[in-house]
């Protein structure tokens, strides 16, 4: 068993400067504990693959420092490689093969020795829930289904660092949630470490334990989902009352602990607070006290997007992406 503080991921002041001049990581500081989920949310060409690709092992920093489990991945390569696993983002399947092909290609290739690569690649493919369509050419396979071949073929060495770069980009929500909840279990079973890009926010905020979030090379935010949201602003209750607010409902409300700004228009009662969960049942025991319903309460809450917006100082566009799903479903098809 890890210990509960072990780091799995290091990297200080990392830069890379692609041939040409292109400075793609600007001084990279990260670190990731072992055994959670770890997201690394940012737009197209914000350095995600760039850092994955050194971390890796398959990409050399121009300076700065980058250690997995301890292991220095410029100076270490071939140690880091036996206990990670890797997910490109582009197609890494046959697909004029069947999937138990592609496992035992695999198993080659990691170097599984022959009398345990049966176990070995039935284990990764029942745990993938590809059991049944192993024998099958994987051009028959869905995108959710060949990504899932994908992660079973980098499961086969049972990883401690499982690397996944984009893992459901141009899949369905029910193949993305699918790949998740094999991932899930295979995390919790294995205690492996999951590291991944997105640039799906609600994946991010669904499946992570601590979020980054990098833009133009850097990193501009880290933490949970929750810090992240609860470091940008606070909660907002929207009150719809059955009668206008008078200067006695309010001064109740305003004097609510760990209450904010209270905003009366009419009937509409806006109340600033840190948590809104803790705060509503004593805001719904004051207008209680002061005979006055509720018709309708709200919470707004500031998102991802909003964390992403106020860091890095635009938006998240996915339109850009379409051109980058009809490539890999090309791949898919041409095989
Ligand atoms: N081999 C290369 N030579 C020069 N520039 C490159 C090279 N590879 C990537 N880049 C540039 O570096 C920047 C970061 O690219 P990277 O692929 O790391 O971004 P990303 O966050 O993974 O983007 P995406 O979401 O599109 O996958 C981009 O501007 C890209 O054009
Ligand atoms: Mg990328």
Request: with cysteine; net charge negative.
């Amino acid at each position: 068993m890890e210990g509960v503080d072990e780091i799995a991921v290091e990297v200080e002041g990392l830069v890379k400067v692609y041939e040409g001049g292109f400075r793609a990581l600007d001084g990279v500081d990260l670190e990731v504990r072992a055994g959670g989920i770890f997201a690394l949310l940012g737009p197209n060409g914000a350095g995600k693959t760039t850092l994955m690709r050194i971390l890796t092992t398959q990409l050399r920093p121009t300076s700065g420092r980058a250690r997995v489990f301890g292991l220095d991945v410029a100076r270490e390569g071939a140690k880091v490689r036996k206990l990670i696993g890797y997910v490109p983002q582009e197609i890494s399947v046959w697909t004029d093969i069947s999937g138990y092909e592609n496992l035992l290609a695999y198993a080659e290739i990691y170097g599984i020795a022959p009398g345990e690569r049966g176990d070995a690649i039935w284990g990764a493919l029942e745990y993938m829930g590809l059991g049944d369509v192993a024998h099958n050419l994987v051009k028959t396979y869905s995108g959710g289904m060949i990504r899932r071949l994908e992660i079973a073929c980098a499961l086969l060495i049972k990883p401690k660092i499982m690397f996944l770069d984009e893992p459901t980009i141009g899949l369905d929500p029910s193949a993305r949630k699918l790949v998740w909840d094999k991932l899930s279990s295979f995390k919790r079973e294995y205690g492996t470490t999951i590291f991944f890009n997105t640039h799906y926010m609600d994946e991010a905020d669904l499946y992570s334990d601590e979020i980054a979030i990098i833009n133009a090379g850097r990193i501009v935010a880290s933490g949970s989902s929750g810090e992240l949201k609860r470091s940008i602003g606070k909660e907002l209750i929207l009150l719809s009352l059955d009668g206008p607010a008078g200067d006695g409902v309010l001064g109740r409300i305003g004097g609510l602990g760990s209450v904010g700004h209270v905003i009366a228009n009419g009937s509409e009662v806006s109340v600033v607070v840190e948590d809104a969960e803790a705060v509503l049942p004593a805001l719904m025991e004051a207008l209680r006290a002061e005979g006055i319903q509720a018709r309708r309460v709200s919470i707004s809450k500031p998102t991802l997007d909003d964390v992403f917006l106020k860091y890095a100082g635009t938006r998240i566009e996915s339109a850009g992406r379409m051109s980058e799903v009809r490539h890999m479903r090309r791949r898919i098809r041409g095989g």
